[in-house]
């Protein structure tokens, strides 16, 4: 994956979390009496192309032969994102998806506050989230290639009471 194209893909994805962050500030803070304080978001861009050539003959005994190449990139980026405004972003069907995921783990920390302990005082709360696009595709006749691109991205979130 060149670099360059690749920076639409990064950017509309950085554009899903931003979108999914904004509904989980509101939603927390509403719901779970949490303040997102701000949040990382790292990203794993991976390229993988393969080239493959070869032939098969058979003649009363089978002969196989090919060759094999392959190629595997791998670049990350990290970005701090803290928040300004209270709006909130509609965002679409991904965006709310991780914002409900973010929002079911976040609701952990209200379950143990309620275990009410005398010994420790629970403070903030780091919470990190991972998900996985990929996407492949290939062309086999007797030579022929395929490739795989995806990203994996890590969101951590810091929140406060």
Request: net charge neutral.
């Amino acid at each position: 994956m060149d670099l360059v194209q690749g920076s639409d893909a990064v950017a509309e994805l950085v554009k899903d979390v931003r979108d999914a962050l904004a509904i989980v500030r509101v939603k927390a803070l509403n719901s779970l009496n949490l303040t997102l304080k701000k949040a990382r978001v790292e990203i794993e861009i991976s390229t993988k192309d393969t080239t493959k050539a070869g032939g098969k003959f058979e003649f009363g005994i089978s002969l196989d032969a090919s060759v094999k190449r392959q190629k595997a990139d791998v670049h990350v980026i990290s970005l701090m994102l803290e928040p300004i405004g209270l709006a909130g972003k509609l965002g679409g069907d991904q965006a709310h998806d991780l914002a409900d995921s973010i929002l079911a783990l976040a609701a952990v920390r209200n379950t143990i506050t309620t275990l009410k302990s005398t010994d420790f005082k629970l403070g903030d709360m780091e919470l990190e989230v991972r998900f996985e696009r990929t996407k492949s595709g290939g062309l086999q006749i007797v030579c022929g290639g395929e490739s795989e691109s995806g990203n994996t991205q890590r969101v951590t979130l810091y929140f406060r009471e």
